[in-house]
């Protein structure tokens, strides 16, 4: 399985960023896929996530109401669509597939088996 994260980049606060992250060798219409973010001497944390159909989604708190994830399966790639965007969004953003075929979304990044190389985003005046 390999990901691959693209459309990070730096940003005035209050613009925005579309994340995208494509997958290969894996049937892609059968896992929950996962956004997740890693800033400097903090923990990986849950930023997103969406169900194998698209039909559910989950927000960390955080950035709901300005993130939207979606995903389109014949085109293996799930996008990440980052308005309003802030400093604090500063971070390295990685997709991640979680275990199991046709799982329920789940937060813990421990549930995600595979893992992109990320992808620098930088909120700065």
Same mark, same amino acid.
């Given at each position: 399985?390999? @990901?691959?994260?693209?459309?990070?980049?730096? $940003? %005035?606060? +209050? +613009?925005?960023?579309?994340?995208?992250?494509?997958? #290969? &060798? @894996?049937? !892609?219409?059968?896992? $929950?896929? &996962?956004? !997740?973010? %890693? =800033?400097? &001497?903090?923990?990986?944390? !849950?930023?997103?996530?969406?169900?194998?159909?698209?039909?559910?989604?989950?927000?960390?708190?955080? *950035?709901? &109401?300005? !993130?939207?994830?979606?995903?389109?399966?014949?085109?293996?790639? $799930?996008?990440? %669509?980052?308005?309003?965007?802030?400093?604090?969004? #500063? =971070? *390295?953003?990685?997709?991640?597939?979680?275990?199991?075929?046709?799982? *329920?979304?789940?937060?813990?990044?421990?549930?995600?088996?595979?893992?992109?190389?990320?992808? %620098? $985003?930088?909120?700065?005046?």
């Amino acid at each position: 399985v390999q @990901l691959q994260a693209s459309g990070g980049g730096e $940003v %005035q606060p +209050g +613009g925005s960023l579309r994340l995208s992250c494509a997958a #290969s &060798g @894996l049937t !892609f219409s059968d896992y $929950v896929m &996962g956004w !997740f973010r %890693q =800033a400097p &001497g903090k923990e990986r944390e !849950f930023v997103s996530a969406i169900s194998w159909s698209g039909g559910s989604t989950d927000y960390a708190d955080s *950035v709901k &109401g300005r !993130f939207t994830i979606s995903r389109d399966n014949p085109k293996n790639t $799930v996008y990440l %669509q980052m308005n309003s965007l802030k400093p604090e969004d #500063s =971070a *390295v953003y990685y997709c991640a597939v979680r275990r199991g075929r046709r799982g *329920v979304i789940v937060r813990a990044s421990y549930e995600y088996a595979y893992w992109g190389q990320g992808t %620098q $985003v930088t909120v700065s005046s």
